[in-house]
Each structure stands twice: as C-alpha cells, then as structure tokens.
C-alpha cells in the first residue's frame, strides 16, 4: 500500500496561488489534515503516492444514460450518440465517462460529462512532470451517498455542493441556493444536512427550509477526503484519459507502422498468391503438352507407370501452393460483401481494418435487420460478428459491429 496525496484543483487558483492539499498515510488509522501550497509544492510530493485530483462539481455534469450494453468500454462508446441530443455543446468537444453499470435508477447507466479542455487543463501540469494520477473525482459524488430521508451538501466560501442521489447532484453559489433547493425538490419534502466549513459567513436561514448544519470543518478537502468512497463515484481518467490509452497513445507511431506493415505484407501475399496461382495453371498445362507431345514422339518411353507418381505429387504440390489463403482483409469484404447481398435493409457507411478486424458502421431500417445479420453470422465459419453499438432513433438504426477471422 501506497501513502496518497489528495489535491482539490480549481479552475481558478487562490490570489496567491494557493491550492488545498493532503497526505493520507497508508496505515490505517491515521488522520487526514489538509494543508495549502502552490501546485508545484504539492506535485513535488507526489513520487512514489498514489494521487487522487477532486474538482469542483460545477464543472462536471451528472446524468444516466440506458443503452444495449452493460460493459462500461461499450456504454462509454454509446454514451454519446444516446446523449448529443440533451446536450448543448459538440460530444466531440465532451469527455464521457461512466460509473458501476446499471447503478441508476431503473438499471440506467451513470455517466459524468465535463469538457476535453478542461480536462487537458487539469492534468497538464500533471503530464508535464510526468505524473499520472490514480483517480479524478467530481466533488458532488465525494459526499456521503444520500439516505431516504436527507440529502448531503458542502458549504466552503463561494460554492455549495449538494449530493441528491447516488449519481446525481448540482453545485451553485451559497445566494444560489435556494432557487436551486426549489427546482431539485418543490414541495420542500426532503431536508438537507450540510457540512459548513469554518470561513462560509452565509446566513443560511436565508434558505427558506430546514437545514441541518454540521459546522467546523477546517477546509472542502477534509470533508471530501473524509467520505470519498471509489466504488459510489465515477473516475473520470476514462477513454482517452485512462492510463491505458497513455500508454497507446506512446505507441501509437509504432502501431501505425506495424499496421502499415501488415497492410503491405497481406498485399504481397495475395499478390504471390495470385502469382502462383497464375504460374501453377501455366506449368500443369506445360506439362499436359509435354506428355501429349512426348507419347505421340516416345509412346513406350516417355511415361512409365513408376513416374506417373511423382508427376502427380508435383502438380499436387503446386496446386496447393496456388490455392494459399486469403489474407484476413479480403477474407473479411468476401464475408461481408456476402452479408450484406443476403440481408437487405442494411447500408454501409464507413469502415476500418486494424488489427486483424473489420471495424464498420451502418444504417438500417429497424432493430430487426440487425438480428437477421447476427443470425446469418451465427452460421458461419469464415467470420465472426461482435455487435458494440446499436442505437434506434427516428430515422433507422445506427450500428456498430467488429467482424474478426474465424
């Protein structure tokens, strides 16, 4: 076990450039007190400790999504095609990145949404000194889970952040809150309970309901730190942000080269191939004309019953060699050029090959001709279909699919 560092980033720093942060010791037991300093202070701290980044909800938004599929690469693939329609900005602009599947309520996925700069701001300084941090965390989902009967807030200087559901919440200034409390829940029926750090001066009684105030919390980051529980919030070092991808993103030249080199060498063979196939016919009909000829010039001579053998086994030989595999690529395009004549209703819009797969889109008119295509797939032996996306909207179906050689 590793000590941990905890920082609280903001977008935008103290006056004096002064973030909170704290040391957490890996021995049980052992309190957490934050602390202030400049970020580059802190991130000199960070060798050898895992490092867990908290920022501010407001900058996070907090949603659910249902989609066809329970592993969390799938649903972060199909989060935001199923989304772009509740969002303002661009999804290529966004950052998705998804909870526990099936934690929300009635079995929906959660998801966290924030935008790529300011991911890329946050983890800059980071990157720059070589550091990857273990988790990111909005603050909203590092208040205590909400009970039945109340739901959990933070009140620091400038901000209150509430948690009203496992994965859901909303972050507003102190005068703010309010109007906010009124749109979560209009008819006032649930009470909140607010932890209240020393320097907030707002008079909450100016809220206009009950509130349960826990005072004297020293700074944000003692009360998040205190009740951050990983499995009940969400990561967002997802996708392109996850340790993972940094390290394809590292190989990324490399794989492109290899690919290339693939690309190249699947078109040599086929090339050889084509060319052997070509010679083999020339050499067996060469042959047929060359015993035709001799048995008409040398009848009893030219072929003996002990060579017809080896005759054979030669022309077997190259017969065989002309008659090589097909590369995985056009393997793949016979397979699916096959599929989509037997299955209308289906419409290729773009693919890919790499790594030995076929990666496609496609419309069709309804969910049924994308069963009809799994089922024609299901009784084949020269390829297989994984389906990763599949979304229904107004105007057809929306499918992603893999097809790998068999």
């Known amino acids: 076990m590793r000590d941990t560092l905890y920082i609280q980033l903001r977008d935008v720093a103290a006056a004096d450039g002064r973030l909170a942060y704290a040391l957490a010791s890996a021995q049980p037991g052992v309190g957490v007190q934050s602390q202030q300093g400049t970020l580059e202070t802190i991130l000199a701290l960070a060798a050898g400790r895992r490092v867990v980044l908290f920022v501010p909800g407001t900058a996070v938004r907090l949603t ?29 602009t966004l950052h998705f990145a998804v909870g526990a599947p099936g934690a929300g309520d009635g079995g929906a996925h959660p998801v966290a ?27 909203t ?6 009970e039945g009967d109340h739901w959990t807030g933070l009140a620091e200087p400038g901000r209150v952040t509430v948690r009203t559901g496992p994965y859901s ?42 509130l349960e105030l826990l005072p004297g919390y020293a700074s944000a980051l003692e009360v998040v730190t205190r009740h951050w529980q990983p499995a009940s919030s969400i990561n967002l070092l997802q996708g ?22 693939l690309a190249w060498l699947a078109i040599a063979v086929a090339h050889q191939a084509t060319a052997a196939w070509r010679t083999g016919r020339e050499l067996a009909a060469l042959t047929a004309a060359n015993f035709e000829r001799c048995q008409k010039v040398f009848p009893r001579d030219c072929v003996r019953e002990e060579l017809m053998p080896a005759v054979i086994e030669q022309q077997t030989r190259l017969l065989r060699g002309g008659a090589a ?80 050689p068999v």
């Open 169 to 210: 919440g909303f972050a507003c200034a102190p005068d703010d809150l309010a109007t906010y409390l009124q749109i979560a829940d209009p008819e006032s029926r649930v009470p909140l309970r607010l932890f209240v750090t020393r320097e907030v001066e707002f008079d909450f009684s100016r809220v206009g309901r009950p």
């Open 240 to 261: 392109g942000y996850s340790e993972a991808e940094d390290w394809q993103r590292l190989a990324l030249p490399w794989r492109l080269a290899g690919v290339l080199a």
């Open 325 to 404: 595999s097909r590369a995985p690529l056009f393997q793949l395009l016979g397979s699916l050029n096959a599929a989509l004549a037997a299955n209308p209703g289906l419409t290729l819009e773009s693919l890919q090959f790499r790594e030995g797969a076929l990666y496609l889109s496609l419309t069709g008119s309804d969910l049924q001709t994308l069963e009809s295509l799994r089922t024609w797939y299901g009784s084949r032996r020269d390829a297989q279909l994984q389906v990763e996306a599949a979304n229904a909207g107004a105007t057809g179906v929306q499918i992603r699919l893999k097809l790998t």
């Open 64 to 92: 659910t999504v249902q989609v066809p599929a329970r592993a969390a690469a799938k649903i972060l693939q199909a989060a935001p095609y199923a989304l772009e329609d509740q969002l303002a900005e661009d999804v290529d």
């Open 113 to 139: 949404i924030t935008s790529r700069a300011r991911m890329d701001a946050w983890l800059a300084p980071l990157r720059a000194r070589g550091i990857r941090p273990d988790a990111l965390v909005p603050e």
């Open 141 to 146: 989902l590092c208040l205590p889970t909400p």
